[in-house]
């Protein structure tokens, strides 16, 4: 059973925030519907370490009854902190590869979805060779007929990350034998801090993002205000509507045409019941009301 992008009401958006599996699929499937969500994301293994949870495929499939039957968009999983491609220590790339293969063959399980993941940082090799290293993990994980998509995401750029521009993610879906399985997913905070000004030019970053990479590959949002100025390149997600991105962007985010059909994942410092009031104000903006 395939969950797809188109499930829900089209008048209605995929939205949603990053939930904890520590009680099981199923049970994050319930919390999305309690604070009135109808995607989310989810770290696939600790995401400060490498271990996994034990596979429950009933769950799973809980999950998939749950999310059929309540009309969710796709669900954008996330691969952990720790998962660097590019690193120049050879344990830590094995770990990367053996951790993104293992948590493809798991999504599997809940087929038609996304896995996302922070393309890392080349701690001084280069972003070329960062870009390669990249290209070679990714050419060695993916498969042939698998059904999730892999979301590269952008990045703010702070110290050696590889994906602050378009360009470095274009160079990795180049370099990729199965890019048909690739995607983008665009992070509004990382963005900013990188450089591209989604609050005053949206317009003009989504022609930048067609013309380097092509709109069809932008696939899923993660919607956060900064706590920085543009182009600062930190990284300090902020709560929508208190950072220097400001609610107005995420207003217009959320009508264009282009954007509004994605699933867009919440990661602002909040706990469920902040998360509640933002997936509520982006759906009162979506229909136009005022925040």
């Not at 344990?91 to 979805?113: T, Y």
């Not at 995607?183 to 993002?209: A, I, K, N, R, S």
């Not at 059909?261 to 469920?272: F, R």
Request: hydrophobic share 40%; charged share 25%; with cysteine.
């Amino acid at each position: 059973m395939s969950v797809h992008a188109n499930a829900h009401a089209a008048d209605e958006l995929a939205i949603g925030c990053h939930l904890s599996v520590a009680q099981g699929y199923a049970a994050m499937g319930e919390v999305a519907l309690s604070i009135g969500a109808n995607t989310f994301s989810f770290f696939t293994r600790n995401p400060r370490g490498g271990n996994v949870r034990p596979l429950d495929v009933d769950d799973m499939r809980r999950l998939r009854m749950l999310m059929e039957a309540n009309g969710f968009g796709r669900l954008v999983a996330h691969a952990p902190y720790t998962m660097n491609l590019c690193s120049k220590k050879e344990d830590v790339v094995v770990f990367a590869r053996r951790a993104m293969a293992q948590d493809l063959e798991r999504m599997e399980f809940l087929p038609g979805n996304y896995y996302n993941f922070h393309p890392g940082s080349h701690v001084g090799q280069g972003s070329d060779r960062g870009v390669e290293l990249i290209c070679d993990a990714l050419n060695e994980v993916l498969f042939e007929g698998q059904a999730t998509t892999v979301l590269l995401e952008t990045m703010a750029g702070k110290g050696t990350e590889v994906g602050r521009t378009f360009e470095e993610l274009a160079k990795i879906l180049d370099g990729c034998v199965h890019d048909e399985l690739l995607g983008v997913c665009l992070d509004t905070c990382h963005v900013w801090d990188g450089g591209y000004d989604v609050q005053g030019d949206l317009d003009g970053v989504l022609d930048e993002f067609d013309r380097v990479l092509g709109l069809e590959r932008l696939k899923a949002l993660h919607l956060n205000d900064s706590k920085n100025s543009l182009g600062a390149h930190k990284d300090r997600h902020e709560r929508l509507g208190e950072g220097h991105i400001g609610l107005e962007a995420f207003a217009r985010i959320v009508t264009d045409d282009r954007l509004r059909s994605l699933p867009m994942i919440l990661e602002t410092p909040n706990e469920l019941e902040g998360y509640a009031r933002e997936i509520s104000l982006l759906r009162r903006l979506a229909r136009g009301g005022e925040a």
